[in-house]
């Protein structure tokens, strides 16, 4: 009897255990917005993050590029042509190979642009054409500490509390043009009190040595979130883990193979194997207008977290994805 209870105890301790509480994570699945409320309105504008808020998903995501003049602004790409009117303001700033950096623009002259849904920039023709129509209304870039203050300002107002997802872009890039992004980022989320994982802030990067080295050698003690892309990477699992808390992978890069009579996808070991080394998978992009065959979004999400067994996902749909958590709770 004696051994017969100590089994149950085991099992139970063993069940009730969770890879993400070794790392100082919520056990809840988490529903991240994926550039701000973008499946309504241009990306990564301070309106976009402020309806995302309102739908009250679990963090906001911020891509973060370098001003000339080393503030961090909320924007996906290191160039501005495909979200701006740089080409019409500023027609001879672009470099040789034609492009418009972030980077070689103030603060100040890049407040003076106007922002768009995105588009192609050899049709000027929007990318997504379902979404906000393109050159209406007013958008403007904002720099990393607005949104923070905005976000921060909101959960004092609202008694809730949604963190933050920064994403450190092109650090490579960023050190080839004399500049440490990664210290400049940190230097504001402490100053912003996000130091350590039990704060409300996720920092990921998709370059492995630049995530390591703000773990090791900057002694970053935030919640690191390691993103990938190619299936290449599901073997590396075990090296990030030395560093990351997490992984961010592309969806496509969990899926081994889909059936070709039932049209059923068979997931591979990735998230199994996260978990076991103690790492949350938060995986991207989920989008409603983009689904690729399957027959709702409702099915989408039903895959990323039933069925593939995720920790959290990106999506520009956040109303949706809370929506189908709701509906799953009842």
Known sequence: MKNLKLLLLTVILIGCQNPQTKKTMATKKIVIAHRGASGYLPEHTLTAKAMAYAMHPDYLEQDIVLSKDDVPIVIHDITLDDVTDVAKQFPDRKREDGKYYVIDFTYSELLR?????RFDTKT????FKGRFPIWKSHFKLHSL??????IQGLNKSTGRNIGIYPEIKAPKFHRNNGKDIS???LKVLSDYSYKTKKDNCILQCFDATELKRIRQELKSKLF????TEFKEDNSKLAEFAKYADGMGPYFKQLIKRTD???GTIVFNNYVKNAHKLGMVVHAYT???????????FEFLLDLGFNKAHLDGIFTDFSDKAVAFFKKQSH
């Open 113 to 117: 642009l106007n922002v768009t849904e």
């Open 124 to 127: 000027g023709l929007a990318v």
């Open 145 to 150: 500490q607005d949104e923070i203050e905005m």
């Open 183 to 185: 210290k400049i980022v």
């Open 224 to 227: 690191l979130v390691q993103l």
């Open 260 to 262: 070709p009579k039932t």
């Open 286 to 296: 989920f989008r409603a207008d983009q689904l690729e065959g399957l027959p709702s």
